[in-house]
Structures are given as C-alpha cells and as structure tokens.
C-alpha cells in the first residue's frame, strides 16, 4: 500500500523532542542532515484555564533551542486539530517565521466545531487560516530533506502522518506500544478508519522510526516517544501481533465509551480550528473563549 510513497531511509534526520508535563504533548524540532533547515511538529501554547491565562514558556524553549542551533524553520506542522493542547505554531511563527501546515480535512474539523461553538460567517470554513493544506501522498521539503504525508484519519478526519527521510511522526494514530492507540470517538473519528490508518503506518519499512504525539507513562514506565515499526508491529497492545480489525474495533469502541473529555478541549478545539490563533477580539478589545453548554 505504501509502495507509491516516496520513501528514502538514507536520509537521516536529526529530531529533538520537547515533552509537555502539562498535556502529555511531544514537539519535536527536524533538522535537514545537510543545511539548517528545520520544521516544528506539534508545538504547544500554555493556557491555565481556570485562570484563562495563556503563555508561551513551552514554545519559548523550542525558540530558544532553534535560536541556539542556529535554525531556520520552514515548516510549523499539526498532525491534527488537538483537542488536549493548544498549538503554539502562530507564537513561534510571529518569532522564526515557517509556514503552518495541517491536513486538508481541517475544512470538515471546522465545519463541525465552527457549528458546534456558534461560530459567525466570519470564521472561514476552508482552511485558509493554515499556509498549506496537505493530502494524502502529497511532497514538500525542509531544506534538502524530501517529506512526505500520509492521510491517516480514525482519531479525527484530518490526522496526517509526516514522513521525513527515517522519522516519521504519527500525530495521534498511534502511541507507543505499550499505549497501544488513541481514541477515535471524537466528532468524526471511528475505530474502524482508525485501524485501517494504523496499517498504512505499519505498512512502512521495519526500521522507520516512529514518533508519537503523546505519551502517557503506562504502568508507571518513564515517559517515551519513539519507536519502530517492526516494534508496534510485534508489540503494540492494541494492533501489534495481527490482531484483527474486528477486535480492535470492538475494544477501541468499548473503552472510547468510558473515557472523559480532555480537560482542555473546549479552549483546544476553539483555538486550533482557527491554527492556533485565539477567537478575534470584540469590540472593546477583549479576548473571549466559549463554553457550549451540553454541545460536547
Ligand atoms: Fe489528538
């Protein structure tokens, strides 16, 4: 199934990851082996939501390390529309610059939240707040690094993979082995798409290095993020050893059904279907997040 991506495992990225205690969020910064060129997948914005206090320390550490490497970002990639952090991508772009990009699905993210939060004609439907919509197959560079993406819907419809040179960074389609796979009950996920994603990840050579989104510690294991292919194919608890698609389904369903909303969604999802970026002010000057009562 793979077979028309174009995959070149000589090409060997340098990744650094940056673990987010308050989300469970990874960012990773990707230097291109032969220039300075590097992206930022998944970079967080701090909020304390009980105090709606937002701030930038996460993302300033990854500014103050591109700053240090001397880097130049070209390319601040979403995964997906998160709905347990808020991105940083529009902070670390109004400082390095790079371009935000997410998967061309955002367009459905946003026409169910942009309904979901009463949203007005004046929040766009189309994407146009992201620099790059991508589709599934579709190339683009860091510096001399050849990318590519890989549509892998289930969690949300608009999860992409990104594949660069031997990393690849899987978003939320799948956690470390012993995490086993993320939830696909949100508007627009299901289990069955989720699993059929999952085989297009695994459907990439043995020795690609995976690197997921987030990490939770099972069984009281320090914090992890990357992984193999060969790895979540012989290990991971959810799809690892062959199990089947009608298994998984079942499962993912029956545990999807128990689990609470992530603390953060309502700001998460407010921010990132607009990429990042907080609603507009109203006419006072003054910056406002919506709780939609029983819309969730
Ligand atoms: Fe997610």
Redesign the pocket.
Known sequence: MTQSYPIDMSSKPEVKAFFDEATWTISYVVKDPNSSACAVVDSVMDIDYAAGRISYDSADEIIDYIKEQGLTVEWLLET?V???HLSGAPYLQSKLGGKIGIGENITMVQDVFGKIFNEGTEFQRDGSQFDRLFKDGDTYKIGELECFTMHTPG??PACMTHTMGNATFT??TLFMPDGGS?RADFPGGDAATLYDSIQKVLALPEDMRLFM??DYGPNGRDIAWETTVGDEKLHNIHVGAGKSKEDFVKFREERDAQLAMPRLIIPSLQVNMRAGELPPEDKDGKTFLKVPINGL
């Open positions: 997906h998160h709905a347990d969690h949300t978003g939320d993320a989104c987030h």
